[in-house]
């Protein structure tokens, strides 16, 4: 690998990362008012396309919903093809709270600002600087790559990676692993030791509509069937409630790495307690031992002395895998009989194991960057693609690699005020995605 290319391919994803940024690509979840996705699937066409990639863009569901692959073919045919993904779209951004636009893709400071910067513009920037190299330079990598760029994330991907595995599998032909966010950053643990999370697991997503039916009637009457008030009652016994702790393989897997990197002990008396010890990582962590259902949305009434007969509330529930079957059931018991429950969205966990080729390459990769560097596995609270990925038997992992300094709150800037990505950890990111492409 000469260095001036090396050189370039850095250069190019912090452009990229700036440009894409300052493409405005809110998803507010209504179509509506979703904006700016085909503009950026445009753009990366175009960057594609430059260098000589025959490119596929498509929209996925609806008009504006668009999409980009690329292939490019492998020393061997034979071997399974690897995804790399990531989403075009963000959430939305409020300019009145941020120190500099957030559509303004600034770079200043040492960062790259903007929403995006780090869901997940970073990645899709370093993505493409690779693809773009490797056409350039003529580098065939092991096996097929195939990178799509991909709408509608933040809204559960109805209008995106689902639509995509629904409706064109193809794309995906013969792809057997993926990658994509959110996975592959550091973590200081001391001066010369940085844990790479590399992500193994994600919580399921089950959004949840609560319906309570009761008598309409007038409000200075006595009233014994109030929607309000049983929904209410049902609301506030859901989110007071804590489901069991339960410490799955992925997590005790990543214990187990932190306990042999960094020598705290985590007591399965006091998880909660000891995962504290992780600082504001903890935030993350704490969430991965057991269910959660935090409400969101409450809606009732219209009118001061009206009873309405409905009442309705959202619950964001995130499920452990393996859990679904008793969560549920325990839903069923705090909730009673006089609430009805509904999904709105129900995606499934996610949970492949920390081991094989693919991870020998990927700590291969980042240990070549930073010799102080070890991966250990994670688990997401969250939920990404990969839950729409997997259903066609892909097993997938997260892994957009930077390098982050020792005090970044990183966790916090996801979907956050001033959300930037540091210039250093992008260009580090590149040098280790292209190690890690090269060798897969
Ligand atoms: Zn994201």
Redesign the pocket.
Known sequence: MTSDTTAQAQDEAVRLTSELIRIDTSNTGEPDTTVGERVAAEYVAEQLAEVGYEVTTLDSGAPGRSNVFVRLRGADPDRGALLIHG?LDVVPADPTEWSVHPFSGAVRDGYIWGRGAV??KDMIGMMLAVARRFMRDGVTPPRDLVFAFVAD??AGGALGAQWLVRNRPDLFDGVTEAIG??GGFSITLADDLRAYTIEIAEKGIAWMRLRVRGRAGHGSMIHDDNAVTKLAAAVARLGEHQFPLVVTDSVRAFLASMTELTGIEFDEGDLAGSVAKLGPFARVVGATLRDTANPTMLTAGYKANVIPSVAEAVVDCRVLPGREEAFERELDEILGPDVEREWVTHLPSVETTFDGDLVDAMTAAVVAEDPGARTIPYVLSGG?DSKHFQTLGIRCFGFAPLRLPPDLDFTALFHGVDERVPVDAVRFGTRVLDRFLRAC
């Open positions: 989403h869901d997940m994330e933040e966010e959110v990404t």
